[in-house]
């Protein structure tokens, strides 16, 4: 298979070629390996028929074995005035960007981890990553040298079944692998029963 991301490209239009040519391979993978969920609908926005696939740390796609709820296709909602003179209380209207048809969700995957599926972690203070552990959703952030693991509940973010906080004595922002590392600690003191602490709010 082509590498997931080129090399390099010469302008804008190689690089709307590329990511065009991608989703079309995406989709054609899709069709010829994973099952579509249908999402929806949202409102006056109507369902739709998503693919749902794995992006491993080689650049393959693979089947997932399980959905985070993190995931999950939402269409992007969008407010916009209904005037242009830039009064805060103008009325605003809100508009969906949805795709037409079949669409493909791609989730970019970190390491292999036995009951674990985590996506690779985004931003920089804080650092974010989803995913699941032994089937529950997680949500991992760290921050100027703490980080904090949820996982379980009826909102995993504001009231997890599970949490816990740490500080961490690394003075730099912190490796992609030194991420994976404390999200494998958190699944190891909650699946040693370790208590939960109270979110912080």
Known sequence: ???????????????????NQRTADDLAWANANVTPVNEGPWGDVPAAQIYYIGIDLAGERIRLPQLSS?????????????SDDRDPHTPHRTYYVFGRGSS????????SMPGILI???????????????????????ESDGSWSMSVGGTHVVDQPDWYCEEEHDTPDEL????????????????RSGTPTMAVEQ
């Open 1 to 19: 298979m082509a590498p997931d991301q080129p090399a390099t490209y010469l302008d804008y239009a190689d690089a709307f070629k590329f990511y």
């Open 70 to 82: 993190f995931w999950r296709y939402k269409p992007t909602a969008v407010q916009l005035a209904d």
């Open 104 to 111: 493909v969700v791609r989730i970019e995957l970190g390491p």
């Open 119 to 141: 996506e690779r972690p985004k931003g920089s203070q804080p650092v974010q990553s989803t995913g699941l552990i032994d089937g529950k959703d997680f949500y991992f952030r």
């Open 175 to 190: 490796s992609e692998e030194a991420i994976y590392g404390l999200i494998a600690k958190g699944a190891a003191l909650l």
